[in-house]
């Protein structure tokens, strides 16, 4: 197994866990926010999706599918309570920018030559010190994420995934 491999990997198991978090939701429970001030399912499906667009594109990947304007000015982190949150759409398109983003991205990631993964990163993670970690944090970003996605199931009523 190659380190492309590993951070490929990442990718794949982050985003499988990130599903069992989100396919059973309906359109009503995507948008619930479990406690005031928190994000709903929804924003951070649509959030995930943005960041992971923007990681493929830098990386080099061409018709990278796109969230509409309005959505994607919605999804803009504030790092600031979350007001009421509405108007995403349709779940399953944001999860469909998601996977397909997702594999996107891996595919850029089997792309990068070995020497360059331990290069200086053009990618902007302040605690990474190579392109490999740098590459990496985006795995971890989705699996922290999907902690917040846990926890809403939970708000909801549902039994845990994992």
């Not at 985003?15 to 406690?35: G, I, K, N, Y």
């Not at 018709?63 to 759409?89: F, H, I, M, N």
């Not at 990068?112 to 795995?139: C, H, K, W, Y």
Request: hydrophobic content about 45%; some cysteine.
């Amino acid at each position: 197994m190659t380190p492309n491999d590993i951070l490929a990997a990442g990718y794949r198991m982050s985003a499988a866990l990130f599903h069992r978090m989100v396919d059973d939701l309906t359109a009503e429970e995507f948008a619930r926010q479990p406690v005031s001030g928190a994000n709903c399912a929804a924003w951070v499906v649509g959030h995930l999706a943005l960041t992971l667009r923007n990681s493929a594109r830098r990386m080099g990947s061409t018709d990278v599918p796109d969230l509409p304007q309005d959505v994607a000015e919605k999804l803009k982190t504030t790092r600031q309570s979350a007001g009421e949150q509405c108007g995403y759409g349709d779940p399953k398109a944001l999860l469909a920018v998601f996977d397909a983003c997702v594999e996107k991205l891996i595919a850029a990631i089997h792309a990068v030559p070995a020497e360059a993964l331990a290069g200086r990163s053009d990618i902007p993670v302040p605690m990474a010190t190579n392109r490999a970690e740098a590459i990496q944090f985006g795995a971890i970003h989705i699996a922290m994420h999907t902690g917040q996605l846990s926890t809403i199931r939970r708000s909801l009523g549902k039994p845990p995934v994992v």
